[in-house]
């Protein structure tokens, strides 16, 4: 079965770092767009990160930028999210996502994505 799951999720305090891994099974990660994505009580889903097959091209939603650096490691089938400089803010379920088109980073919404993780929680206190 197609499936990816996060992990790297847990309690951490404002400040401080937390590395999320994404690792696919089922299908090779390398022929996929993967897209992290967040969501807190109440609200919509929302794109964090995006990154492409090749790793040659990424993109940060504004409130992440030059705080979290996605990239991917296609021989180990797994993406990571390094989140630096954590605010309470970022609190939220975080997950990853894949599909096999080489456009979906230029869409910032869920509906491109086929595969989705079942995601891990992410708390930073304050």
């Known amino acids: 079965q197609l499936q990816l799951v996060e992990s790297g999720g847990g309690l951490v305090q404002p400040g401080g770092s937390l590395r999320l891994s994404c690792v696919a099974s089922g299908f090779t990660l390398s022929s996929y767009t993967i897209g992290w994505f967040r969501q807190v009580p109440g609200k919509e889903r929302e794109r964090v990160s995006c990154i492409r097959r090749s790793g040659d091209y990424t993109i940060y939603a504004d409130s992440v930028k030059e705080r979290f650096t996605i990239s991917r490691d296609n021989a180990k089938n797994t993406v990571y999210l390094q989140m630096n400089s954590l605010k309470p803010e970022d609190t939220a379920v975080y997950y990853c996502?894949?599909?096999?088109?080489?456009?979906?980073?230029?869409?910032?919404?869920?509906?491109?994505?086929?595969?989705w993780g079942q995601g891990t929680e992410v708390t930073v206190s304050s």
């Open positions: 996502a894949a599909v096999a088109n080489t456009m979906a980073c230029s869409v910032s919404r869920t509906y491109p994505y086929r595969y």
